[in-house]
């Protein structure tokens, strides 16, 4: 995790639009792929940084069409069952 959230956000985000909280998550990153933190720090941090940018897409229901993710995806695996 802190490997693909320097390589695939902070390292890519523009230099003026840098705040503390990028800085921040970005140390944390560098610091658990060195070993001297661990990942879920770094993660919390990169949540941080992430929900203080407007990153996160918003958290949906489980509820599809009457029944749950999980009952839809056991009827389709029952469907697409071999005869």
Do not use: Y
Not at 18 to 35: E, P, S, V
Not at 67 to 72: A, E, L, R, S
């Amino acid at each position: 995790m802190p490997r693909a959230c320097l390589r695939l956000l902070l390292a890519d985000w523009p230099r003026a639009s840098r705040t503390a909280a990028h800085d921040i998550a970005a140390k944390a990153c560098r610091a658990a792929m060195d070993g001297e933190i661990d990942a879920e720090t770094a993660r919390a941090t990169f949540v941080a940084f992430a929900r203080r940018n407007d990153l996160l897409a918003p958290l949906t229901s489980s509820t599809v069409a009457g029944g749950t993710v999980i009952d839809w995806a056991t009827r389709s695996q029952r469907l697409n069952a071999p005869a």
